[in-house]
C-alpha cells in the first residue's frame, strides 16, 4: 500500500488535547503499569511489550487465547522509567498471579537464545528468560509455556513499510510503536453500552484528553509536547476488548456496539475490512527529527497535543 497524502491539512496554534495517562506494558498481554512520565524510545514507550510469553511451538500466548494473562501483574523499579536508566544485577520485574507465589525476573542478566519465536508474521530469535519463568506460567495457564524477551543484539523486527516511510522498528506489540486513544472516544462508546467498561480494555500506550470523541481518528502529523509524531492507520480491535481485565472472562461487549457505530462499513463504506471494528489511532514517532536530539526524550503527563495536519474524514485514514 502506497503512503496515503491527506487531502485537508490545517496549522492549529492551541493544543487539541492533553496527555492524562501513560500506560507501558512491559509482556505482551500481561498488565499494564501507569506512569507520570516515560521515556520515549523508536521502538515505544520504554519497557513497552519486551517480553512475550509463547507456547510449546514458540507461538506468542495473547488474551486472544489465553484470557488469563489479563490477570498478570507486572511491576518494575520505580526508576525503571528514568532516562538513562540501565539495570544491575540487582535489578527485577516482578510477576504477580492469582494462586501463584511472586516471580522475580533479573533485568540484567546473560541469555541463552531460543530460535523460532513467531509473533503475527514475524519469526526469529529471543531471549530465553529461563526454567523458573518457564515453570511459573506453565503453572499459570496449565501448559508448556516459556517468557521470551526480544533479542536486541540480532533481532529485527519492522513495523509494514507500506503504511510507514522510514524504518520504523517494534518489539512484540502487534504491529505499530504507540497506541493512542481519547477519553472522550471512550466516554462516547460508554453512553451507547449497558454497562461501561474502562480504558483497560483497550490497552492504550497514550491516553489524552480535550477533543472531541474520536477526533483521534482524522490525526495526521501530532506534535506531543515538543516531540514529532505520524498518525499511521485507525486500530483495527480484535477480541481483546471483550475480555473482562478484573475477571479475565470473555463477553459480547465492546465489539457488538463497536460493529454498529465504528466498523468498515460505517466509518470507511467504499474502502474494504467493512467488518472490521475501528477503535484508536496507531502512531510512531519520528524519532529523527531535530527535536529528538539530546536529552530529555520523555512524555509527561499534562503534555499538550498538537495537530498540524488531519484527515478531512476516517475514510481517507488508512485503516
Known amino acids: 500500500m502506497g503512503t496515503v497524502t491527506p487531502s485537508f491539512a490545517t496549522e492549529l496554534a492551541s493544543p487539541e488535547a492533553k496527555i492524562t495517562a501513560i500506560f507501558s506494558y512491559p509482556i505482551k498481554s500481561c498488565r499494564g503499569i501507569s506512569l507520570p512520565h ?77 530460535d523460532d519465536i513467531t509473533v503475527w508474521e514475524w519469526n526469529g530469535p529471543a531471549w530465553d528468560e529461563g526454567a523458573e519463568a518457564s515453570e511459573w506460567f506453565s503453572n499459570y495457564l496449565e501448559k508448556p509455556s516459556k517468557l521470551v524477551r526480544f533479542n536486541t ?99 459480547t461487549e465492546p465489539t457488538e456496539t463497536l460493529m454498529k457505530v465504528r466498523s468498515g462499513h460505517v466509518l470507511r463504506p467504499n474502502e474494504k475490512n467493512k467488518n472490521k471494528v475501528y477503535f484508536g489511532q496507531l502512531i510512531v514517532w519520528n524519532w529523527k527529527d531535530s527535536s529528538a536530539k539530546g536529552d530529555g526524550n520523555v512524555l509527561k503527563l499534562g503534555d499538550p497535543v498538537y495537530i498540524n495536519k488531519k484527515f478531512s474524514s476516517p475514510s481517507e485514514a488508512a485503516a
Open 153 to 251: 543484539a540480532s533481532g529485527v523486527r519492522n513495523v509494514d513499510p507500506g503504511y510507514v516511510e522510514g524504518q520504523q522498528q517494534i518489539f512484540f506489540s502487534d504491529g505499530y510503536p504507540f497506541l493512542l486513544l481519547s477519553q472522550e472516544s471512550l466516554d462516547a462508546l460508554n453512553k451507547l453500552l449497558e454497562e461501561p467498561i474502562p480504558m483497560n480494555r483497550f490497552r492504550p500506550n497514550i491516553l489524552v484528553e480535550g477533543c472531541e470523541p474520536n477526533a483521534e481518528d482524522l490525526w495526521r502529523d501530532i506534535k506531543i509536547g515538543r516531540f514529532s509524531f505520524q498518525g499511521v492507520k485507525l486500530c483495527d480491535r480484535c477480541k481483546v476488548p471483550t475480555v473482562n481485565q478484573e475477571t479475565a472472562k470473555f463477553g
Open 38 to 114: 516515560a521515556p520515549l524510545t523508536p521502538f515505544g514507550i520504554r519497557w513497552d511489550r519486551q517480553w512475550v510469553v509463547v507456547n510449546s511451538k514458540g507461538r506468542a500466548c495473547t488474551q486472544r487465547v489465553e484470557p488469563k494473562l489479563a490477570l498478570v501483574e507486572v511491576q518494575l523499579p520505580p526508576e525503571a522509567f528514568l532516562e538513562h536508566w540501565e539495570p544491575t544485577t540487582d535489578s527485577f520485574m516482578v510477576l504477580k498471579a492469582p494462586g501463584m507465589e511472586p516471580l522475580k525476573v533479573c533485568l540484567n542478566k546473560h541469555y541463552e537464545v531460543v
